[in-house]
């Protein structure tokens, strides 16, 4: 059973153009959702986070939107450029620090020039 | 960008054989994560640590795997007797707090 989902396993868009990766979780208890960029050869490195107390955090270009009564959140990348070209993760924990962080399945995307 | 420190790079072993990996946490972070990344991006939690006691394990780290983080020293994960599935890339992570975690290089182990 997949506690944390991406719906998309690969995901194009062109340059300039807003990429949005959608997330769904089913553990009511998450309560912590950070979202991570992994390039081939790296370990994922933190993009962004938010708590299940906000539905939405900005930093930059990037934006998380997050629905609480529909268990599903999203992030959204204005103005793609061909380095943000990752494989993006999903992922979840609960409300206690040290609680261990449960991935989605990741979303591979290209940004084409 | 991330400080934590994974050592080493890549790590070849044949089946039976014991691998060690080696993780240094970011400096003024209490609390270190290990995690398994198999070809499939499918992430396993393994064992954490706050300061030198493991808050969490999963069982599969009981048997073959140990870990331990000593005082002044870094932080390890063992395999004593490797196998094919073991072929992945470990993960090391700490966290200031506990809830923001922040990932190494990895070591990439390759079970022969």
């Known amino acids: 059973q997949q506690q944390v989902r991406q719906s998309s396993q690969s995901l194009t868009v062109w340059e300039g153009e807003t990429a949005i990766l959608n997330c769904s979780y089913e553990?009511?208890?998450?309560?912590?959702f950070p979202w991570y960029q992994q390039f081939p050869g790296e370990g994922p490195a933190l993009l962004i986070a938010?708590?299940?107390?906000?539905d939405k955090k900005e930093d930059g270009r990037f934006t998380i939107f997050f629905n609480k009564r529909e268990k599903n959140l999203s992030l959204h990348i204005k103005d793609s450029q061909p380095g943000d070209s990752a494989t993006y993760f999903c992922?979840?924990?609960?409300?206690?620090?040290?609680?261990?962080?449960?991935f989605g399945g990741g979303t591979r995307l290209t940004v084409r020039p | 960008n991330s400080k934590v420190i994974q050592t080493p790079r890549y790590l070849v072993k044949g089946q039976g054989q014991k691998a060690k990996m080696r993780c240094i946490p970011e400096?003024?972070?209490?609390?270190v994560f290990w995690y398994q990344q198999n070809k499939n991006n499918e992430f396993k939690f393994l064992i954490n640590f706050q300061n030198q006691e493991v808050l969490q394990q999963i069982d599969m780290t009981e048997k073959r795997f140990s870990a331990e983080c000593p005082s002044n020293s870094p932080c390890s994960l063992e395999i004593q007797s490797s196998e094919a599935g073991d072929s992945a890339l470990y993960l090391c992570a700490s966290s200031p707090s506990g809830y923001e975690q922040y990932f190494g290089p990895g070591t990439r182990l390759t079970v022969l």
């Open positions: 553990n009511s208890a998450f309560d912590y």
């Open positions: 938010i708590r299940s107390v906000s």
């Open positions: 992922a979840a924990s609960g409300n206690n620090a040290g609680a261990k962080l449960t």
């Open positions: 400096k003024g972070h209490p609390v």
